[in-house]
C-alpha cells in the first residue's frame, strides 16, 4: 500500500523550516531570497498565487517586504496552520488554503503572478499542474518556477522543465541558481529558476 503523500507531508511539518532554505531564519539567506524574487516583480501590491507553498515562507517574505498579496496553497493541513500562524504577524497578511496545489481553487485569470517553489516536479502529472497555473494568470502575468533536480535523482532537470513552459508560452527564461546564499551552503544539485512572462 502506498502511504498517503498528505500524510508524509504533514509529518514533514514539523522540521520543514530548519532547512535554511525553507525557514528563511538566517537574515543572508532571507535577503538573498529576497534579493532574487522582488526585483522579479516590479511594483508593489500584487496578486500573488504562491502553489505549493509549505509553511508559507515566501508568501510572507513577498507580504511583508513587497507589499504584495498573496494566495498560498498547499494539501498540507499541517504546513498550512504554520503558514498562518506566520501570516498572522504579516501585512499585508496572505491567505493560506488548504487544497491540491496542482488544481488550485483560485479565480483564473486573476493573479499577477505564480510563484512555485520545488513542487511542480511532484505533481503526479505537471503539465496538467502547470496547465491549470497559467490559466491563473492575467493576459500579462509572470510565471515564476524555482525547482532542481536533486542528486538523489529527484527532481526535473532545468532542459525538462524549461521545455514544459516553452510548449505553452513564449518567453522562457532560465537562471541557476547555484549561489551558496540561496541554500545556507554549497550544493551539488541543479537548481534553477524560470520565469516567463507571455
Same mark, same amino acid.
Given at each position: 500500500m502506498t502511504e498517503d503523500p498528505r500524510a508524509l507531508w504533514d509529518a514533514e511539518a514539523e522540521a520543514f523550516d /530548519?532547512?535554511? $532554505?525553507?525557514? =528563511?531564519?538566517? #537574515? /543572508?539567506?532571507?535577503?538573498?531570497?529576497?534579493? =532574487?524574487?522582488? #526585483?522579479?516583480? %516590479?511594483?508593489?501590491?500584487?496578486?500573488?498565487? $504562491?502553489l505549493g507553498c509549505g509553511t508559507g515562507t515566501l508568501s510572507t517574505l513577498l507580504a511583508s517586504e513587497g507589499g504584495h498579496f498573496v494566495s498560498g496553497v498547499d494539501f498540507s493541513t499541517e504546513m498550512i496552520a504554520r503558514a498562518r500562524e506566520k501570516g498572522r504577524r504579516t501585512i499585508p497578511r496572505p491567505v493560506f488554503t488548504v487544497a491540491d496545489a496542482a488544481r488550485p481553487p483560485l479565480p483564473a485569470g486573476s493573479f499577477d503572478v505564480v510563484l512555485s517553489r520545488h513542487v511542480l516536479w511532484a505533481m503526479p502529472d505537471p503539465a496538467a499542474a502547470l496547465d491549470s497555473w497559467i490559466e491563473l494568470l492575467t493576459p500579462?502575468?509572470?510565471?515564476?518556477?524555482? /525547482?532542481?533536480?536533486?542528486?538523489?535523482?529527484?527532481?526535473?532537470?532545468? $532542459? /525538462?522543465?524549461?521545455?514544459?513552459?516553452?510548449?505553452?508560452?513564449?518567453?522562457?527564461?532560465?537562471?541557476?541558481?547555484? %549561489? #551558496?546564499?540561496?541554500?545556507?551552503? #554549497?550544493t551539488v544539485d541543479e537548481r534553477y529558476l524560470i520565469i516567463s512572462h507571455n
Open positions: /530548519e532547512a535554511a $532554505d525553507h525557514g =528563511l531564519h538566517d #537574515p /543572508e539567506v532571507r535577503q538573498a531570497w529576497a534579493e =532574487l524574487l522582488l #526585483p522579479l516583480i %516590479d511594483s508593489r501590491g500584487r496578486r500573488i498565487a $504562491d500579462t502575468g509572470l510565471l515564476i518556477l524555482i /525547482e532542481g533536480r536533486w542528486h538523489t535523482g529527484a527532481g526535473m532537470t532545468a $532542459d /525538462e522543465c524549461a521545455q514544459l513552459v516553452s510548449d505553452r508560452r513564449r518567453d522562457v527564461q532560465l537562471r541557476v541558481l547555484d %549561489d #551558496p546564499s540561496y541554500w545556507g551552503g #554549497p
